[in-house]
C-alpha cells in the first residue's frame, strides 16, 4: 500500500461543470502526477509536480489545472468539464522523476 | 500513433501454459517498466530495465530489455490464474515525468 487515496472514487456531472479531483499521499514523496486511462491510448499524463508549487505541463494538459499547495495533495481541476474529458483519473507518486506508485484511480463521466 | 506497440492485446491461456508478450518500438529508451493492473485498480510498477539485453526475474515472470533497448518482452512461466491482469509497459526517452510514454496494455487472461 502506498498510500495514496484519490477522491472521489466515481463521478458523473455535466458538461460545462467545474470538476475537481483530489490525490492525498501519506509517504512524503516528491513527485505527484495525474493521468488519465483511456482505451486505445493507454496512460496519458496530465499535469506532474515536483514539489510544493511546483508544477508542469504533461502530454495532455489542455482543459486541466492543477495545484499543489501541500507535499501530501495534488488537486486536479477540470474548469469547464467537456465530454471528450470522460475518462478513468489516476494518481501516482514518486520519489525520482517517473511514476512509481498509483492509486485506484476516479472514475469520471461527462454528460 | 503509439511511441509503444504491445502485443498481443488480448491473451487467454489455461492454468499452467507458459506465455510471452512483447513491447516494441522504433525509439531508443534509458530504460524500460513493465506494470500489472487489475480491474478497478492502478497499475503495480513490477521491474525497471535499464541495459541493453537485461534479464530481471520476478518469481515465474523473466523481464528482457532488447539489446537495442528499443523493445522488451515478458515471459510467464506455468502461469495461474493470480496472473490475469492488464500487463503495460512504458518506455523512458529519458529523464523526467514528461519522457515516459505508455503501450496500450496486453490484457491477460489464465482460465483455471
Known amino acids: 500500500d502506498a498510500g495514496i487515496t484519490q477522491s472521489p472514487r466515481h463521478k458523473v456531472t455535466e458538461t460545462g461543470t467545474p470538476v475537481t479531483l483530489r490525490c492525498h499521499q501519506t509517504e512524503n514523496h516528491r513527485y505527484m502526477y495525474w493521468y488519465r486511462q483511456d482505451p486505445g491510448h493507454g496512460l496519458r499524463l496530465i499535469h506532474y509536480?515536483?514539489?510544493?508549487?511546483?508544477?508542469d505541463k504533461g502530454e495532455v494538459s489542455d482543459g486541466y489545472s492543477v495545484s499543489r499547495s501541500k507535499t501530501e495533495d495534488f488537486l486536479l481541476t477540470l474548469e469547464s468539464a467537456t465530454s471528450s474529458q470522460t475518462s478513468v483519473y489516476f494518481c501516482?507518486?514518486?520519489?525520482?522523476?517517473?511514476?512509481?506508485?498509483f492509486g485506484d484511480g476516479t472514475r469520471l463521466s461527462i454528460l | 500513433t503509439q511511441l509503444l506497440e504491445q502485443s498481443p492485446q488480448f491473451l487467454s491461456i489455461q492454468e499452467g501454459e507458459n506465455l510471452t508478450v512483447y513491447c516494441n518500438s522504433s525509439?531508443?529508451?534509458?530504460?524500460l517498466q513493465w506494470y500489472r493492473q487489475e480491474p478497478g485498480e492502478g497499475p503495480v510498477l513490477l521491474v525497471t530495465v535499464v541495459t541493453g539485453g537485461e534479464v530481471k526475474k520476478l518469481k515465474r515472470l523473466t523481464f528482457q530489455f532488447g539489446d537495442a533497448r528499443k523493445d522488451s518482452s515478458l515471459h510467464i512461466t506455468a502461469a495461474q490464474p493470480g496472473d490475469t491482469g492488464l500487463y503495460l509497459c512504458a518506455g523512458a526517452l529519458g529523464t523526467g515525468a514528461n519522457n515516459l510514454f505508455f503501450g496500450t496494455g496486453t490484457r491477460l487472461t489464465v482460465i483455471p
Open positions: 501516482a507518486t514518486g520519489t525520482g522523476g517517473q511514476p512509481q506508485h
Open positions: 509536480s515536483y514539489g510544493v508549487k511546483d508544477t
Open positions: 525509439s531508443v529508451f534509458s530504460s
